[in-house]
């Protein structure tokens, strides 16, 4: 069955550069969310969109923006970088209207080190 | 504002000992809760979703209940294969989306 693909896997950048993360959701799929996990901890929510519009906004810097497009693919833009940025970001997806539960599936992540 | 314990943190078992996992929670009001599994490196895998108190759900050697304040995760006769990193999350009624909030995970290790 198709999963969550997530470019790239490994992203290497310095400080103060920018990064673009994308995430392309299972076929279907109309809702995309991103979670951001430091070492050692657990996935934390950042934001998610529902039919391109952002549904619900969390712990996202103001760094940070993201959009989701027309084919319902998404894109996390991260600016002036900080070594504190350096996790892994996964993108999940799910099928259903907004603020259901429906399960939500991620994909295998972008491991993101900023040095 | 929600929240989520697991416990305990780390677990080590042989092949073939059974244990629980736990995941205490407090959210005004519970959509659903979520086990999943994570490999180191990996993005997490979709295991249960319960939904009310007194549901339960299996898959293989996985038994997850759930009551008003916690959800256990049954393992039984372990394999080491099994060893992974387990995550508990809540979705809560009151959030205007979908968002998880997760527990810190329990980490088991199966030794053959």
């Known amino acids: 069955a198709a999963g969550v693909i997530q470019s790239p896997r490994h992203l290497i950048k310095e400080k103060r550069e920018t990064a673009t993360l994308k995430c392309y959701p299972i076929?279907?799929?109309?809702?995309v969310y991103w979670y951001q996990q430091g070492p050692g901890q657990d996935p934390q929510f950042l934001i998610s969109f529902y039919e391109k519009m952002q549904s619900d906004k969390g712990s996202i810097p103001d760094r940070f923006s993201a959009q989701q497009f027309s084919d319902y693919h998404s894109e996390l833009n991260m600016s002036s970088l900080e070594l504190g940025d350096s996790a892994l970001y996964f993108c999940?997806?799910?099928?259903?209207?907004?603020?259901?539960?429906?399960?939500?599936?991620f994909g295998p992540g972008t491991r993101l080190t900023v040095t | 504002e929600d929240q989520v314990t697991q416990s305990p943190e780390a677990l080590r078992l042989q092949e073939g000992e059974s244990s629980s996992l736990n995941c205490s929670y407090t959210?005004?009001?519970?959509?659903?809760l979520f086990w999943y599994r994570q490999d180191p490196g990996k993005g997490p895998e979709f295991l249960f979703t319960l939904y009310s108190a007194g549901e339960e759900k299996e898959k293989e050697r996985l038994k997850a209940t759930l009551t008003k304040k916690e959800s256990f995760l049954h393992i039984t006769a372990p394999k080491p294969e099994d060893s992974a990193t387990y995550l508990c999350?809540?979705?809560?009624?009151?959030?205007?989306?979908?968002?998880?909030?997760f527990g810190e995970g329990t980490q088991l290790t199966v030794n053959p």
């Open positions: 999350a809540v979705q809560a009624e009151e959030t205007s989306g979908s968002r998880l909030t």
């Open positions: 076929p279907r799929h109309d809702t």
């Open positions: 999940a997806s799910s099928l259903g209207r907004q603020g259901s539960s429906y399960e939500q599936y």
């Open positions: 959210v005004s009001g519970l959509r659903g």
